[in-house]
């Protein structure tokens, strides 16, 4: 599933950027699998998204250093053994970077212990040193999420919410229901983005540059969202249809696969390193 | 403002066991805790994908957090049109997606989305103001919102601790900044209240999320009660949801069935959709049915479904029993929206029990799609797509196939392989097979065919006998005037306005899903010539209509038009999408055709002209209320109304009726006369000979052939 940033707006408010109308077009890949056959790849689904969640949990009760070095030798390693190329990370788009810079910048006028003696005056490293753990905290989680997505097969996601949801079932959560929707979610959202893709690029071609004013950039925005139901409510009843034609929901959703030892293996490793992040 | 009424007036009838069918006001408890309906799960599902859409939107543009208010507005749409289950089931959902597409931040923000979308739900049901609804919502997910934020972080301490300190860090920087350039003095007192703040944290945090789900909220609502106006206007009135008689009991027996005097009015229509119509359908054997746009077609097919008429009977032994073993099953036109499942396997075996779907193998076998069942769904293309339904339908070994214009957006080779497999179902496996289609060479295949004209049969015979009726050729006098444009304006002695010079495209590149489009394409168009692009699907020709329009810069290569790059003249080369809707941004065809331009009215009356739509019955007609056709030609409408120097059009024909193509045909032909170039892009050799002088055929990404048309 690929969208570009391109998309409604994408940066038609030119900004000065280039004024013929060119602009950079960051592709994003969501949900996308590399393929691969290493294990993290063979892991259950579940097992993926209870490391992601635990070392999030983990790293929110302490969030030193050292624990953030744990948990990204652990999103780390993991990613390398995955055999996860460079070209599957996203690039980020300038203004993310710039907005982080200048965080950096601001972070480091506040000043603090430690000290560094610079010509002239002793430079206070403490609120850079602060910023830099939240960045590089956020990064890490981040690229963990992306790990997920990255070796994880869609068609295992729905069968894996319906396994760790199931004793939910006792109290009366719509375990099966909410699997259904993770399954038609996953199906749809592609379509969805080049419904959308579409829909911007359609939207270029009639009046290439934006229009100026803060009032039609909003009016636009809000054509586009009008748009995108429609489309929506449309796609949900031909789909809703499509599955009234094959009897109606199903009452049970397939729990899939089982975790295997491997997964075993993981979690008891998990609850080592979560340990080793809290108590560090 | 008829957001949440579904229920009244059109949608009444018709909306009673399908999607959207709730008046939310007046569900009872009961309803509110009985399972969701298909319609529901899927509307929950996609407005939850469109939820982290726009959240994933934000983060890539610059005045993102508009766009990420802006997110909670499908779940309001959500909550008003549907039960709170389908609520939490599509936030559930969402938020499950979106810990795999960005990871715990998103997850947290969906979940907020869909407990602020319940808040300010309930005030649009009920027709609060802004001020009520803000103060609601504040008191009721702002709180709730409120205190999960503060149990989060009190008991999180080094979430609290980094959070906190991040805070203070850059507000003692910006304070600092301040002090630099000597403005410290007027920011004396805030530095006070952020420093309490910091260190009642307890008590500031809370607040300051109450507060600030308050704020999105009143922006939620502003943007929702316009929004859910324009939706209601455009996806209420009839929609003919199938009927299940699933509720009845009784012995299952689709067939044999006969219609005596069936007739079907949807509730506030001016007229019936389908009236006196009489038909046997009888154990094996295929019927086709062949009409034009509007002729009742599909109507037929939902009372066969079992959808009560509303005048005449049916008799049958049984039920219908759709979508159960032995009953009836639908497969419907667009392909993406049949198939559910993920995978090719998942897809066949939906709904099914587990273990129930016996010989999964031989099915796929017997649709040709044998050793394919670990594809992914998405990777497959329409004419796959549609046997998959059809193996999926047969899963329940039906004994009666419906084939709602199942292959109406298919190429020649993926009819063709559908028609065989209707044919054999009828003929070896004694299914009941009813094909619906407006193409009459398709009934070619049937033991009986039908035709429809509004609403009613024309005809019931052989299909050699009815075949002729509505035949869906050219008449001279157009197949006359576009091949003499293409001979007058073919000249050599100037420069191509467009050119393509080696032309390569390559998506993704540079990550792993890297796939090339094209390569060395090289192709020139003069001024009022006429090329068509011939391609199956996947051969890389949406990619050429990409380039072409200028939407995409080529990766190797050049395109040019008039001698400077395309892509920096976005808008002089016109693109009409296979699919209209996602081009039509306005509710009405007259506010439509003057959007994104200030274009007189006397412009817009005489383009419409040109595509053979009557200006004074559409100026003012809603593009939804439109057939896919009419709203083609909308667009192409549109389109002229820019005098582009090249208009491209994917797809132009598929899914109109002869009439429909004609007034198209012609109004290319004009096109072409007046010096403008077109390409039309096709998979469809037949038609795509009546409006060109010179074809193209694209294989691979490559051009294979360059060829004159005489």
Known sequence: MTTQAAGPHGGDHGRGRDRAGQRRQPEVHLLRLVPGDSFVHRLWAGTRVLVLMALALATSINASWASIAICAAVVGGAVVAARIPLGAFPKLPGWIVGVFAAGGVVALASGGAPYVRLPGAALGLAGLLDWLRLTALAITLLIGSFLVGWTTPLSELAPAVSRMLGPLRRIGVPVDEIALAVGLAVRCLGLLLDDLQMAAAARRLRRPRAPLGARAAVQEMYDLLVLAMVLSVRRAREIGDAMEARGGLPKVVSPGRAPGRADAAVLAALVLSAAAIIAV | ?710
């Not at chain 2, 052989?462 to 075949?467: D, H, L, M």
Request: proline content about 4%; hydrophobic content about 45%; charged content about 20%.
């Open chain 2, 1 to 710: 403002m008829l957001v949440n009424r579904r229920g009244e007036g059109q949608g009444k009838a018709t909306a009673a066991a399908g999607a959207g069918e709730r008046s939310v006001g007046a569900a009872s408890t009961d309803r509110q805790r009985s399972a969701l309906a298909p319609g529901e799960l899927a509307e929950a599902a996609i407005m939850a994908d469109l939820a982290i859409g726009l959240q994933v939107l934000g983060w890539l543009l610059p005045f993102g957090a508009a766009v990420q208010a802006m997110a909670t507005v499908p779940l309001v749409a959500l909550a008003v049109r549907h039960r709170s289950r389908a609520v939490l089931v599509g936030t559930l959902a969402g938020a499950t997606l979106a810990m795999l597409v960005a990871g715990i931040t998103m997850v947290i923000q969906t979940a907020m989305a869909g407990a602020l979308a319940l808040a300010v739900a309930t005030g649009i049901r009920r027709r609060w103001g802004l001020v009520r609804t803000t103060v609601v919502s504040t008191f009721t997910a702002g709180s709730t919102i409120a205190i999960a934020t503060l149990v989060t972080i009190a008991v999180l301490p080094g979430l609290r601790k980094l959070s906190l300190a991040q805070v203070m860090v850059i507000w003692r920087g910006l304070y600092g900044m301040a002090g630099r350039v000597g403005a410290a003095g007027p920011m004396e007192p805030v530095n006070t209240w952020v420093v309490v703040a910091l260190r009642d944290w307890w008590l500031s945090i809370p607040v300051a999320t109450a507060l600030a789900v308050g704020v999105v909220g009143a922006l939620t609502w502003m943007v929702a009660v316009p929004t859910l106006a324009r939706l209601e206007a455009a996806t209420g009135g009839s929609w003919p949801a199938l009927h299940s008689d699933r509720h009845r009991t009784g012995a299952i027996a689709p067939v044999p069935v006969k219609l005596v005097d069936a007739g079907f009015r949807y509730p506030g229509a001016a007229r019936a959709a389908l009236e006196g119509v009489n038909l046997a359908i009888e154990q094996a054997g295929l019927t086709a049915v062949v009409g034009g746009n509007g002729s009742g077609k599909s109507t037929l097919v939902r009372v066969l479904a079992g959808l009560q008429p509303t005048s005449g009977t049916v008799e049958r032994e049984g039920r219908a029993g759709l979508g159960e073993p032995g009953g009836t099953a639908v497969v419907f036109q667009r392909p993406e929206s049949q198939v559910i499942g993920v995978t090719v396997t998942e897809d066949l075996g939906w709904g099914l029990a587990p273990g129930a779907l016996g010989g999964g193998d031989a099915l796929l076998d017997l649709v040709g799609l044998g050793g394919l069942g670990d594809l992914e769904t998405s990777t497959l293309s329409g004419g796959q797509l549609q046997r998959l339904a059809i193996a999926a339908a047969l899963s329940r070994r039906p004994g009666l196939l419906l084939s709602d214009e199942s292959t109406a957006m298919l190429d020649p080779a993926g009819r063709r392989d559908v028609m065989t497999v209707l044919a054999r179902l009828a003929t070896e496996h004694r299914v009941s097979v009813l094909h619906v289609s407006h193409l009459p060479e398709e009934a070619a295949v049937a033991s009986t065919a039908v035709t429809m004209e509004e609403g009613r049969v024309t005809g019931v015979g052989y299909p050699p006998e009815v075949a002729v009726v509505g035949t869906g050729q050219l008449g001279d006098r157009s197949r006359a005037a576009v091949l003499g444009a293409g001979e007058r304006l073919r000249r050599t002695a100037v420069p191509p306005l467009l050119e393509l010079r080696s032309v390569g495209v390559v998506h993704a590149a540079g990550t792993p899903w890297s796939r090339r489009a094209l390569a060395d394409v090289d192709l020139s168009v003069d001024r009022g010539e006429g090329l068509v692009v011939l391609g199956r699907n996947g051969s890389g020709k949406s990619s050429l209509a990409w380039v072409l329009a200028g939407l995409r810069k080529p990766t190797e290569g050049m395109a040019l038009l008039g001698g400077a790059p395309l892509h920096r003249q976005v808008g002089r080369v016109g693109l009409a999408f296979q699919q209209p809707r996602l081009q039509l941004f306005r509710d009405t065809v007259v506010s439509e055709l003057s959007w994104g331009r200030s274009s007189d009215r006397a412009t817009i009356v005489r383009s419409l002209e040109r595509v053979g739509l009557e200006p004074a019955t559409y100026l003012d007609r809603r593009v939804d209320a439109l057939s896919g056709g009419e709203q083609r030609r909308v667009v192409l409408a549109g389109i002229l109304a820019r005098n582009p120097a090249v208009v491209v059009l994917d797809e132009p024909f598929a899914g109109l009726d002869s009439s429909a193509t004609e007034s198209v045909t012609a109004a290319l032909a004009a096109l072409r006369r007046s010096g403008t170039a077109t390409v039309v892009i096709s998979h469809e050799e037949a038609t795509a000979a009546d409006v060109g002088c010179r074809r193209i055929t694209i294989d691979g990404g490559r051009v294979t052939r360059d060829e004159p048309l005489e």
